[in-house]
Each structure stands twice: as C-alpha cells, then as structure tokens.
C-alpha cells in the first residue's frame, strides 16, 4: 500500500531554514505530483506546495513565494521542501500527499494518500 512519511521538522528561530523530506512507497512515484500542505492550531489546512511527476511544473502559495522552494528526486522516491526565512506563521504541522496526475492542483480534495505530518515551529 501506499505510505507517505515526512521528516525534517522542528523548532527553529524566525529567519531560519529547515529541510522536510517525505519518502513515499508502494506507488510509481514518477507518475504522481507531490504537494505539500500544512494546518496550524485551530485552522484549516492549506496548499503550500506542489510538483509535477517529471519536476516541470511547480505551484506554490503566495505566503511562500521567494522563500520555500518544492523539489524532487524520483530515483530516491522522496519530496522536498526547503524553507528559508521562516516566520512564526508558519508554524504549522505539514504533510505531504500525491495525486496521480499530470495536473498540479491545489485543492486538498484531489489528493489520495496523506503522510503522518512533521510539526515545524518558528520561534519569535
């Protein structure tokens, strides 16, 4: 079956960087588009990010522009999500899912399989 699992989270200070990972399996990874989202305490969960299967097409949230970046390595089944500048509005818990699709969709609805989530917390 398919399983998506985040890691690279923490707590780090406004203005730094942290890494998350999510390593899939049970899937042709090539063939999926890759998002990121996130939800923070008492709100809903958004669209942060998202990449084609072949890396070509890339969505990102306007908060985020300029500062996180979405990339992929299909031979290493894994999603990235590099985070600069971070805020304290982006303390959030972020997850990854996949949509087989050639599409690059925001909606949290078109996606099939979610991760367990890696807490980030940015500290003021």
């Known amino acids: 079956q398919v399983q998506l699992v985040e890691s690279g989270g923490g707590l780090v200070q406004t203005g730094g960087s942290l890494r998350l990972s999510c390593a899939a399996s049970?899937?042709?990874?090539?063939?999926?588009?890759m998002g990121w989202f996130r939800q923070a305490p008492g709100k809903e969960r958004e669209f942060v990010a998202a990449?084609?299967?072949?890396?070509?097409?890339?969505r990102l949230q306007d908060s985020v522009k300029g500062r996180f970046t979405i990339s992929r390595d299909n031979a290493k089944n894994t999603v990235y999500l590099q985070m600069n500048s971070l805020r304290p509005e982006d303390t959030a818990v972020y997850y990854c899912?996949?949509?087989?699709?050639?599409?690059?969709?925001?909606?949290?609805?078109?996606?099939?399989?979610w991760g367990q989530g890696t807490q980030v917390t940015v500290s003021s």
């Open positions: 049970g899937l042709t990874f090539s063939k999926y588009v």
């Open positions: 899912a996949d949509d087989f699709s050639i599409f690059v969709l925001t909606s949290e609805e078109i996606y099939d399989f």
């Open positions: 990449l084609s299967g072949n890396g070509g097409t890339t």
